[in-house]
């Protein structure tokens, strides 16, 4: 698969090394810019793709990746402080679990396994009574904090194991999700009945197109609900999740590219802004659940507007061609790229495995299709024995009534019987 990790070698070895270059010195955590006091949802971020990507650091590197760890994410109730922040310790975790010899901690296995148990934890705790989830119990659910709960929390399940607790909360989560679908296939942040009582009363501080996109369909909360309903039950879930692709496909821009979410709320009173980089999970939506192919207008337009946002001076990834190089959206581009690689590996080997199999249906060691049906290796087998048996006492009758006569039909056996082994019928 050699050709397949080198497909976008330089973009990760760049984006990897810039990550490096502005990891606190200190406390080895991200923010997500340079300069400023790191916090453990970053760190989280960037310590996930350096786990999925682990083949591409070298031994100073992991140990880097693995005092980060340490630092920020074995201790989620003291680090972290709301649902997103546990979610992407959780995720970090699992992806580091499964690369855990690769980086050879100081740590014990078994304190990731015990601080990914605290994060889902404290998770189920916070979730509302609707079965979704906002950053605080009684916030608001949202598709977007909902969706990413109960797509690591299923992770988490199928990775370190299952409790009842666990499973109803995902399926209580997931049938918030489906609830949320709207009309047009695609899904908001929140209801729009919610959305209005949010703001009563505050509708003078923003206009009113923030506060219509914070319930109208868009790329971020439609990708983050494929992912979720793709990752738990696909096929259960198959007309939404089909609607919802349709609705990605007819939204992208011209330049393959789908806008940026700037998710905004009011939490303790004091206005937010979260931003949500609108092609990354448009993206991450498609490759959970079609059946991909790079030659997918759709799909090759957004990867390809993706690798051009790449920053050309310290290889770091913008969210638009605008913006500042983040962390975040760095840690974003490159799960994008490591998705892409992993399917373009295992689509490798269905392609294999086909053109072997369509070697096999033209061998000449096979046999030829029945005429009048399929028939079965062992009855076929049976048929060849039993016209066998019977040539052979044929000729053992007709030796004793008319020995020249025999002599022909024996020769008439032969050929029949090395015709038959050239067909492959022997």
Known sequence: MEV????????????????????????????????ISPNSQNTAEVVSVCAQFSDYLDSNQKALVSEAVENWLL?????????????????????????????????????????????????????NKDGGWGDNYGENSTSTRTALVVYCLKSYTLRLGSTSIYDKAIETGTQLLVRMQNKDGGWGNQPVEQVIEEFKGNEHSFSRQVISEQYLSQAVSTGYAL??????????????????????RSIQNPDGSYDIFYEVGIRKDVVFTFRHF??????????????????????????YYLIQLQDD??????????????????????????KILYIGDNAFSIELRNYVD??????VYRYDPPEHGPESGT????????????????????????????????????IDLITLFFKGET
């Open 75 to 127: 201790e989620p109730s003291v680090n972290g402080a709301i649902v997103i922040d546990y979610v992407w310790i959780m995720y970090a975790l699992i992806h580091f679990s499964e690369k855990y010899d690769d980086f050879n901690p100081d740590f014990q296995i078994e304190k990731i396994y015990m601080a990914a148990k605290e994060c889902a934890d404290l998770i189920i705790g916070l979730q």
């Open 4 to 35: 397949q990790r080198n497909l976008f070698k330089t973009n990760i070895t760049r984006a990897l090394n810039w990550l490096f270059s502005v990891q606190d010195e200190d406390n080895f955590g991200w923010s997500w810019i340079r300069d």
């Open 227 to 248: 992912m979720a309903l793709g990752h738990v039950a696909p096929h259960q879930y198959y007309q939404n999740i089909q609607r919802g692709i349709r609705y990605l």
């Open 358 to 363: 369509t070697v096999l249906k033209t061998s």
């Open 379 to 414: 009855k076929r087998t049976q048929r060849l024995l039993l016209n066998m048996i019977l040539k052979i006492l044929l000729l053992l009758i007709m030796i004793f009534i008319h020995p020249l006569a025999a002599l022909t039909a024996g020769l008439l056996i032969l």
């Open 278 to 303: 609108g092609t990354v999970w448009a993206l991450k939506g498609f490759l959970r659940n079609t059946e991909v192919s790079f030659s997918d207008d759709c799909i090759s337009k957004a990867v």
């Open 313 to 338: 001076a310290t290889g770091g990834w913008k969210c638009t061609p605008e913006s500042d190089v983040y962390t975040w959206s760095t840690a974003n581009a490159l799960s994008i790229l490591a």
